[in-house]
């Protein structure tokens, strides 16, 4: 009789802790912070028959339309935390920095930005999987020289709280002088 009320009691415990594995998880992946290389300089490179492959080589600046070589780098940090309910919360943050240099004339294009955002699993979910973007400001000389490229980016928490993070594409988007 008291042999099988102490397996009852292992067996409640046992699926009481499987209930927090994945909170537990992400308590212990706490803090992390990913650093990813931004390389869009020299020509783009070319497929097994001699084609340019999309989204490699220089950036076209759509005021000017000469090549741009935009070297930087885009720092992810993120942080997990677990909210009264039980859900995890990852709260991400991104810095931007880099300069982007003129092919032809030399000009330079720094940038720096910065965003925010949390991102909540639903109840029940141990992964998440996340595409966002990064607008980066193209600051030239004269505000005529102003243009805009964006930086789309993936990002992965996996059930053992494992944060990937990596860069999609880089891409210019509009001239804003």
Same mark, same amino acid.
């Given at each position: 009789?008291?042999?099988?009320?102490?397996?009852?009691?292992?067996?409640?415990?046992?699926?009481?802790?499987?209930?927090?594995?994945?909170?537990?998880?992400?308590? #212990?992946?706490?803090?992390?912070?990913?650093?990813?290389?931004?390389?869009?300089?020299?020509?783009?490179?070319?497929?097994?028959?001699?084609?340019?492959?999309?989204?490699?080589?220089?950036?076209?600046?759509?005021?000017?339309?000469?090549?741009?070589?935009?070297?930087?780098?885009?720092?992810?940090?993120? $942080?997990?935390?677990?909210?009264?309910?039980?859900?995890?919360?990852?709260? +991400?943050?991104?810095?931007?920095?880099?300069?982007?240099?003129?092919?032809?004339?030399?000009?330079?294009?720094?940038?720096?930005?910065?965003?925010?955002?949390?991102?909540?699993?639903?109840?029940?979910?141990?992964?998440?999987?996340?595409?966002?973007?990064?607008?980066?400001?193209? #600051?030239?000389?004269?505000?005529?020289?102003?243009?805009?490229?964006?930086?789309?980016?993936? $990002?992965? +928490?996996?059930?053992?709280?494992?944060?990937?993070?990596?860069?999609?594409?880089?891409?210019?988007?509009?001239? #804003?002088?």
């Amino acid at each position: 009789m008291v042999s099988l009320k102490i397996g009852r009691i292992i067996v409640a415990a046992v699926a009481v802790a499987a209930c927090f594995i994945a909170p537990l998880a992400a308590q #212990k992946a706490g803090s992390l912070t990913t650093v990813l290389v931004i390389d869009r300089s020299g020509p783009p490179q070319l497929d097994e028959f001699g084609n340019p492959i999309p989204n490699t080589g220089a950036l076209s600046n759509p005021c000017t339309f000469e090549k741009v070589n935009l070297t930087g780098s885009m720092t992810i940090t993120t $942080l997990q935390t677990l909210d009264n309910q039980g859900n995890i919360k990852t709260d +991400v943050g991104v810095v931007s920095k880099g300069i982007g240099t003129g092919v032809t004339s030399g000009t330079l294009y720094p940038f720096n930005e910065n965003q925010n955002f949390s991102v909540k699993l639903d109840p029940g979910s141990s992964e998440f999987f996340s595409t966002f973007t990064d607008r980066l400001s193209m #600051k030239g000389p004269k505000s005529a020289d102003n243009w805009v490229a964006r930086a789309i980016a993936k $990002l992965s +928490v996996l059930a053992d709280g494992t944060v990937k993070a990596d860069i999609a594409r880089i891409t210019s988007d509009n001239c #804003k002088g």
